[in-house]
C-alpha cells in the first residue's frame, strides 16, 4: 500500500486477555518500530526490526509483550495478560534510510 | 548513548505570538534531524528534516528550524502561531546513514487566544 497500515485502529479488551495488534509497514522498508504512546505521555520506543539482524527489544516494558516480524514484512504485537496501564496508542512506523513513516496507530483500552 | 532531549513538556503561547521549540541531541556525529507534529486524533506529521547543507530548513505550516553544531540542537521556530497550531512537537534523530530513530519526548503546546 501507499503507507503505513496498523489494524485494528481501536481495540477494547478486558484485563487478563491477550491482543495481537498488527502493522503493514511500506513495501520494501527493511526498518519498522513499534512505539507507544500513553496519554499525556511522549513516544515511548518499544521494538525495532531492521532487516534480518536481530530486533531491538530493549523497549518492552514486560515479558508480556512481544513482537515479530514474518518475512520482513509484516509485523505483528502480542500483550499477553493485558493490564490497565497498557492502555495507549500503539504506533507502528516503518522506513528505508532516515525518515521514519508513520501508521495511524491502534487505541487499545483496557477495561 | 544517543539521546534527543525537548527540555520543555508543555508550553503556552497567545495567538500571532511567535513559538521556538527546543530540542538537544546527544551523538557523536552529526545525524539526521527531524520534527514531527502529532495533532489530536492523528498520526504523526513530518514538518520538516536536516541532513546536510543550509543549518536552515522550512518546513510545512510555516515552521522552520536551525541546526547549531556547536549547541547540539535543532529548535523548531514559527514566527506566528496559529489556534490549529496546538499539538504535539517530536524531535528525532537518525544516525547518519542509518536507520533507527530516536525521539524525544515530545513537547505539548497551547494556544490561547
Known amino acids: 500500500g501507499a503507507g503505513v497500515s496498523q489494524s485494528p485502529s481501536n481495540k477494547v479488551t478486558e484485563k487478563g486477555k491477550d491482543v495481537e495488534l498488527r502493522c503493514d509497514p511500506i513495501?520494501?522498508?527493511?526498518?519498522l518500530y513499534w512505539y507507544r504512546q500513553s496519554l499525556g505521555q511522549g513516544l515511548e520506543f518499544l521494538i525495532y526490526?531492521?532487516?534480518?539482524?536481530?530486533?531491538?527489544k530493549s523497549g518492552l516494558p514486560s515479558d508480556r509483550f512481544s513482537a515479530e516480524r514474518t518475512g520482513g514484512s509484516v509485523s505483528t504485537l502480542t500483550i499477553q495478560r493485558t493490564q490497565q496501564e497498557d492502555s495507549a496508542v500503539y504506533l507502528c512506523a516503518s522506513s528505508e534510510t532516515g525518515r521514519a513513516f508513520f501508521g495511524q496507530g491502534t487505541r487499545l483500552t483496557v477495561v | 548513548a544517543q539521546s534527543v532531549t525537548q527540555p520543555d513538556i508543555h508550553i503556552t503561547v497567545s495567538e500571532g505570538a511567535s513559538l521556538e521549540l527546543r530540542c538537544n541531541y546527544s551523538?557523536?556525529?552529526?545525524?539526521?534531524l527531524f520534527w514531527y507534529v502529532q495533532s489530536p486524533g492523528q498520526g504523526l506529521q513530518l514538518l520538516l528534516k536536516?541532513?546536510?547543507?543550509?543549518?536552515l530548513v522550512q518546513g510545512i505550516k510555516g515552521f522552520e528550524a536551525e541546526f547549531k553544531r556547536s549547541q547540539s540542537s535543532f529548535n523548531l521556530r514559527k514566527p506566528s502561531v496559529h489556534w490549529s497550531d496546538a499539538a504535539e512537537y517530536f524531535c528525532a534523530v537518525v544516525e547518519t546513514g542509518g536507520f533507527k530513530t530516536i525521539f524525544g519526548a515530545g513537547t505539548r503546546l497551547f494556544v490561547k487566544a
Open positions: 536536516y541532513f546536510s547543507g543550509d543549518t
Open positions: 513495501s520494501g522498508h527493511t526498518a
Open positions: 526490526f531492521q532487516g534480518n539482524s536481530a530486533p531491538d
Open positions: 551523538y557523536g556525529a552529526t545525524p539526521y
